[in-house]
């Protein structure tokens, strides 16, 4: 494999030059106007470094979805990412600094996205692409919890052996995820009755005040020691202050490990009921990934990319985080998935987010390392 680090040592500030460029086409997941540009600037690499034109998945609402296929062979191995960020346009600087690059999404996660490209394009380059099928799936929605890219993405998982997500290693060590709780969002309405707050009260039922009852309820139904998180994560509600409030809403944010404690969630708040006479509570949300387990043939594939990392001089970790990605849907269908195989960096969703310039060749080897032996 040093001939292909050797290769991507060699064109390393094309790498950067392209990251730079899909980052700079900036792409909030709910603009689908720049959502779309942005897939076309990714169509555009893709085109330019792999020959690939795109198969193009049109939404009406949310951006379109994009798949690429490279190469031909008996194994197929599915790349999954997406290329929708949390960040409006205009709130992060792009720029270069000492060792960090930092941009909207450059970390979560379009630097993944080239390093991908760039690995399957060095496996060619050097003449070692091995007996396999390379498929490409990039999405518009991850961002939003996949509402309509979910569908295509366990459709294509199932069509493919393999899958590798190129989502960032995690932050501290750099390691690989073998695992990612489950997670779903749900809200609640609240109605009471409104009345004055000063001249009679007691003919109200005040929706803030049992907002609050549910709140505290809503967090007791955690369970730490199973690794099962419950946050609201907003609140809202009333109005004017001499008013005895009539309306709130919760948001509410939900993490597990297995398909167990989700239907316990689920059903917990679903069977949530009101503590105060006079007010009704109205709930809506699901699941919205599934968890990933780890499993044998996680394991399998996490140590084939371990065998890639100690050949390029580097040892890896695996880790079980509490994010979700793509990848739930695909392990959730019982396919070999393998995560965090993109960038290194940190601060994902956040206003320093950054990849650290140096581990962008050898992650990129890795992959292509990895693509290799599998």
Request: with cysteine; hydrophobic share 40%.
């Amino acid at each position: 494999m040093s001939t292909i680090h050797t290769y991507l040592d060699t064109h390393q500030e094309q790498i950067l030059a392209d990251i730079e460029t899909l980052v700079r086409a900036e792409s909030p997941s709910l603009d689908k106007a720049a959502v779309d540009a942005c897939g076309q600037v990714l169509a555009g690499l893709f085109e330019r470094r792999l020959g690939a034109t795109p198969e193009v998945f049109p939404e009406p609402d949310k951006g379109d979805h994009l798949g690429f296929t490279v190469g031909q062979g008996q194994k197929r191995v599915l790349i999954l990412g997406h290329f929708d960020t949390v960040w409006e346009i205009g709130r992060l600087d792009i720029r270069r600094e000492a060792e960090r690059f930092y941009g909207p999404g450059i970390l979560d996660m379009k630097a993944g996205l080239v390093q991908a490209i760039w690995a399957v394009r060095a496996l060619r380059e050097v003449n070692q692409w091995p007996d396999c099928q390379v498929r490409f799936l990039c999405t518009s929605d991850e961002e939003l919890g996949s509402p309509t890219s979910r569908q295509r993405i366990e459709k294509e998982a199932l069509e493919n052996d393999v899958v590798l997500v190129v989502e960032p290693a995690t932050a501290n060590q750099g390691a690989l995820k073998t695992a990612r709780k489950g997670s779903g969002r749900y809200y609640m309405s609240i109605t009471g009755k409104a009345a004055h707050a000063g001249n009679n009260p007691e003919d109200g039922a005040s929706a803030v005040e049992e907002m609050a009852h549910q709140i505290q309820r809503l967090h007791r139904l955690a369970d730490h020691a199973k690794g099962t998180t419950v946050n609201v994560g907003f609140a809202e509600g009333g109005g004017p202050l001499n008013v005895v409030a009539e309306k709130a809403r919760l948001g509410i944010d939900v993490r597990v490990n297995t398909l167990e404690e989700a239907k316990r969630l689920q059903q917990a708040i679903y069977d949530s009921h009101p503590s105060l006479a006079g007010t009704h509570l109205e709930i809506s949300g699901d699941m919205t990934r599934p968890p990933m387990a780890r499993t044998d043939a996680t394991q399998r594939l996490f140590a084939l990319a371990c065998a890639a990392g100690e050949e390029l001089g580097f040892s890896l970790e695996e880790a079980s985080v509490g994010g979700g990605s793509d990848g739930n849907f695909a392990a959730a269908k019982g396919i070999a998935t393998l995560d965090g195989l993109g960038a290194t960096g940190a601060a994902p969703h956040a206003e320093y987010e950054h990849i650290l310039l140096a581990n962008v060749v050898p992650r990129t080897a890795m992959l292509a390392a990895l693509i290799a032996r599998l």
